[in-house]
Each structure stands twice: as structure tokens, then as C-alpha cells.
């Protein structure tokens, strides 16, 4: 654990979901092959592996699903995604995904420990997910965690997602928190590009998907195990 995090003490937190707070890649997985199934060969009958959905997510719906598709076509020598292929994938996707969000996912070691403590010592909380916004609500419901946030802002909630700094500088705009005084917390370099465009510090957990890439790599300025170790106190 490195927690050298050379910084003020916070005024809020903003924190990634996926890879973050909950493990998702079982949602995922199973939204996923039922999308494909739905969809013409050689689509019906590609198998996804969670390993593949680690890699894939942090970026959006959109461009899961386009990934995965170039990925199946690849495994079968095509290289001409249609872009009516696409959208009915998504179409599928989005239909699929309510009724298994939360289903096949499980809150991380620590969050919950972690979140408690943050909101004792009086610390607001805004969660900042590329996930859509009804999506992400559902989700922290089912979990037991949208109680704790104050704001939730989704990949459809401003025009662009993650790494564009847009999402956090919208809640820092919404609550009034000053982007240098607000910490970024997430699992990838996804939250370090922004926050470093907006101007936020940013704290990385390990446990995450960062795009199957080692998250020491990402350049965070802190790393903690789990949010239980939280560097609130002045240094």
C-alpha cells in the first residue's frame, strides 16, 4: 500500500463503481452473452470470458459492446463491423442489462467499512461511473450503497464520460466543491486522466480492471488497498 498522497485534506470525494466499489464483471459477462445470443452467427456462439470483460469495460456501453463484436469478428477473420450490427447489439444489451444488474456482482472488501467511516466524519460523497445513470442508481440500490452519495453521475449524465473531465467537473459544479480540494478515487487510468484534467487529486484501489494493465502504471497519487484506508486525516 502507498498512501503518500500530497494534498490538502478533502472537501469531497468522488468515486468510480465499476472496479471500485463493486465487482461488476459477472453483470457484465451475463449481459453480454445474452446481447450475443440474440444476435446472427458467427455472434450467437462466441463464449465471453471474464477476463475478456475486464479488459473491455471502464469506457462506456458503447464502446463495450463495439469492442466485443471486434473481438468476435477478429477470432473469426472478418474485419467489417457494420455499424447496423452495432446498434442492434446495443439495443439488445440495453434491454438485457436491467434485469440482471446487481445480480451476478458483489460489493468489494472494504467499501462498506469504508463509506461508514467517510460519512462519520462528515465527508459528502458523489459517485462518478461511466455506467448510464439509471443503471448506476439500480446498481448502489441493490448494493446497499446509493445512501451514501450525495450525487450520482452517470456516462449519460453530462456529453462525455471518462478519461474527459467533464463528469467530475460537473459535481464539483453541482455541490460546490473546488476541483483541487476534491478527491478522485477509482480503479484505472480512466480516473487518472481525468482527474488530472480536472484538476482533481486522484487515489487508485488495485483490485480493479484498469484495462487488464498493471494499475501501478497509471501515475494516481496515492494507492490503497481498500477504501478503508483512506488517507482522510491532515498529513
Not at 445470443?37 to 477476463?51: C, D, G, I, N, R
Not at 467533464?166 to 464539483?172: D, F, K, S
Not at 494493465?213 to 482522510?232: F, M, R, W
Given at each position: ?74 477470432s473469426h477473420g472478418l474485419h467489417t463491423l457494420e455499424e447496423s450490427m ?99 478515487v477509482g480503479d484505472s487510468s480512466n480516473d487518472v486522466v481525468a482527474a488530472?484534467?480536472a484538476g482533481c487529486p486522484v487515489l487508485l484501489v488495485p483490485y480493479g ?27
Open positions: 500500500m502507498n498512501t503518500v498522497l500530497h494534498a490538502a485534506p478533502p472537501q469531497g470525494l468522488l468515486l468510480d463503481l465499476d472496479g471500485t466499489l463493486v465487482d461488476t464483471r459477472g453483470d457484465f459477462q451475463q449481459a453480454l452473452q445474452r446481447m450475443l445470443a440474440q444476435l446472427p452467427a458467427p455472434y450467437a456462439s462466441f463464449v465471453v470470458e471474464l477476463e475478456q470483460v475486464e479488459h473491455l469495460v471502464g469506457k462506456g456501453t458503447e464502446h463495450l459492446v463495439r469492442s466485443l463484436l471486434a473481438q468476435v469478428q477478429r452495432v446498434q442492434q447489439a446495443l439495443q439488445a444489451y440495453m434491454a438485457h442489462y436491467p434485469h440482471i444488474n446487481g445480480h451476478y456482482s458483489t460489493v468489494y472488501a472494504g467499501v462498506q467499512a469504508g463509506l461508514q467511516r467517510c460519512q462519520q466524519q462528515g465527508l459528502p460523497m458523489a459517485c462518478v461511473t461511466n455506467k448510464p445513470e439509471r443503471f448506476a442508481r439500480d446498481l448502489l440500490q441493490a448494493k446497499g450503497l446509493l445512501g451514501y452519495f450525495q450525487l450520482v453521475v452517470g456516462g449519460d449524465t453530462v456529453a462525455r464520460k471518462k478519461p474527459d473531465p467533464m463528469p467530475l467537473l460537473h459535481a464539483c459544479s453541482t455541490l460546490g466543491w473546488a476541483p483541487a480540494r476534491t478527491w478522485m488530472r484534467a480492471y484498469n484495462h487488464g494493465e498493471s494499475v501501478q502504471s497509471a501515475g494516481a497519487d496515492a494507492y490503497i488497498d481498500t477504501l478503508e484506508q483512506l488517507p482522510l486525516a491532515a498529513p
